[in-house]
């Protein structure tokens, strides 16, 4: 794409997870933000809440582009295998809970959710390198995580899990061209450089952050002779879907509630 109007306004969120309440108030959040050229939602839209349809539903009629993320996969290509330890491990419980989604959401949904693309990239002109790219986890795959810097992992991991140097890190961003790359998957908003090329989580919009903050959230990127952006925490009375997991039908309902504050088994 290129001849942007100035300023060119893009909203990104990520990991909705079925949570009808986090995207009423991001939806509202957003109309009063606008206008935006473009509105994205980058993977992760569906599974784990107490309402996947009613959200697969509400992105489709507000114009919400978005691309897919492992979820869509697991929803839509549930013989394929996880090709990471993390959900390889409870795979027959993501498939437990994939078999509910499915049926939920009919054909027509996953239908959708099978062609999304799996990046989508914006460039202002005819330099690659200005372009804004978002994915769900990384520019190569669904699984492996693009993790925030050194010091917030240590301090949320307890460890270094992937130093600036990881010959991984190279693999993944090696062959794409924009320095701006927007995801989601591990659920931490944050900003990390790495040489020219900047990453930003915005995740997650439904389920706590990792550092136990519970709003939902998108980020704001605006194109004025360059990429600026601004994430925005919206409040939202998670309490309902919390409330609403276990009449919803969902096999391992559990599994989300846990995540929020106050839940209590």
């Not at 001849?3 to 309440?21: C, K, M, Q, T, W």
């Not at 394929?80 to 509910?100: A, F, M, N, S, Y």
């Not at 601004?230 to 879907?241: C, F, G, I, T």
């Amino acid at each position: 794409m290129a001849g942007f109007p100035e300023p060119y306004r893009i909203a990104v969120f990520s990991d909705l997870h079925g949570n009808p309440f986090a995207l009423d108030a991001l939806l509202d959040s957003l109309n009063r933000d606008g206008p935006f050229h473009r509105i994205v939602a980058a993977g992760d839209l569906a599974f784990g809440g107490s309402d996947p349809a009613y959200c697969i539903d509400r992105i489709r009629e507000a114009g919400i582009e978005a691309v897919y993320g492992n979820t869509e996969e697991y929803i839509h290509a549930p013989e394929k295998t996880p090709g990471d330890q993390l959900h390889l491990k409870k795979w027959d419980r993501i498939l437990e809970d994939v078999r509910w989604h499915r049926d939920v959401l009919g054909e027509d949904r996953v239908a959708w959710m099978r062609g999304l693309p799996f990046s989508l990239t914006f460039t202002p002109g005819s330099n690659a390198r200005d372009g804004l790219q978002i994915f769900h986890a990384n520019p190569v795959d669904i699984e492996a995580m693009l993790l925030p810097p050194p010091a917030d992992q240590v301090r949320i991991e307890g460890q270094l899990l992937q130093p600036d140097n990881d010959p991984a890190l190279a693999h993944l961003l090696g062959g794409v061209a924009p320095d701006l790359l927007v995801f989601g998957h591990y659920h931490y908003t944050s900003v990390r450089t790495l040489g020219e090329k900047t990453l930003v989580n915005v995740s997650p919009a439904s389920c706590p952050a990792k550092d136990g903050d519970p709003r939902t959230r998108y980020t704001v990127f605006e194109w004025l002779g360059s990429w600026t952006f601004e994430r925005r925490l919206v409040p939202y009375d998670y309490a309902r879907e919390t409330a609403a997991l276990p009449g919803c039908g969902l096999p391992n309902w559990q599994d989300s509630a846990k995540t929020f504050p106050g839940w209590n088994s």
